[in-house]
T-cell receptor
Framework: GQNIDQPTEMTATEGAIVQINCTYQ??????LFWYQQHAGEAPTFLSY??LDGLEEKGRFSSFLSRSKGYSYLLLKELQMKDSASYLC??????????WGAGTKLIIKP | GAVVSQHPSWVICKSGTSVKIECRSL??????MFWYRQFPKQSLMLMAT?????????EQGVEKDKFLINHASLTLSTLTVTSAHPEDSSFYIC????????????FGPGTRLTVT
């Protein structure tokens, strides 16, 4: 079956760095998305990886290892506004998104 | 960037009535639109995928006669919740994609439905 695993909740301190991991099992693979979702709002796009390696975009970076079925989202210089759920979604061979349950990130001052 | 709008942003209706939610891609043509439902503190649940001009593909467990989806144009899809019940109260989110294959899904702001 298809499955996306990510931690349910993480806590970090303002100004610090946090890494949110995601492992995936999909029928075929056409890339992996990370989305941010604040409570009561729709998800917003953060990153898309289809090749192995690290992609950096400002304070956020995303890493993919296709051989390991693994990705992570790295958030640097954490700000209070980064408190949100972070959703990992794999794209299968039919170009369907398989969503993880999301990781709720709590930032403490 | 690509913008997707949803209307209404929130709606309260009485049990047994029907509610229509609109999803529009404002600055691009969406070959594919998706409808999701999200209950509090839970992840997104895909309800159906619709391609312009064809019937929607519903996920297992989603009643197609209860959740009517119409994707009549490349910029508009509608979801009608028929004979709504309190258990249909949820956050409904649409997303749109330009390509039928891989590509970013642009999400609408969501519609919060409360059925009393």
């Amino acid at each position: 079956g298809q499955n996306i695993d990510q931690p349910t909740e993480m806590t970090a301190t303002e100004g610090a760095i946090v890494q949110i991991n995601c492992t995936y099992q999909t029928s075929g693979f056409n890339g992996l998305f990370w989305y941010q979702q604040h409570a009561g709002e729709a998800p917003t796009f953060l990153s898309y990886n289809v090749l192995d390696g690290l992609e950096e975009k400002g304070r956020f970076s995303s890493f993919l290892s296709r051989s390991k079925g693994y990705s992570y989202l790295l958030l640097k210089e954490l700000q209070m506004k980064d408190s949100a759920s972070y959703l990992c979604a794999g794209v299968d061979s039919n170009y369907q998104l398989i969503w993880g349950a999301g990781t709720k990130l709590i930032i403490k001052p | 960037g690509a913008v997707v709008s949803q209307h209404p942003s929130w709606v309260i209706c009485k049990s047994g009535t029907s509610v229509k939610i609109e999803c529009r891609s404002l600055d691009f043509q969406a070959t594919t639109m998706f409808w999701y439902r999200q209950f509090p503190k839970q992840s997104l649940m895909l309800m159906a995928t619709s391609n312009e001009g064809s019937k929607a593909t519903y996920e297992q467990g989603v009643e197609k006669d209860k959740f009517l989806i119409n994707h009549a144009s490349l910029t508009l899809s509608t979801l009608t919740v028929t004979s709504a019940h309190p258990e249909d109260s949820s956050f409904y989110i649409c997303s749109a994609r330009e390509s039928p294959e891989v590509g970013e899904q642009y999400f609408g702001p969501g519609t919060r439905l409360t059925v009393t």
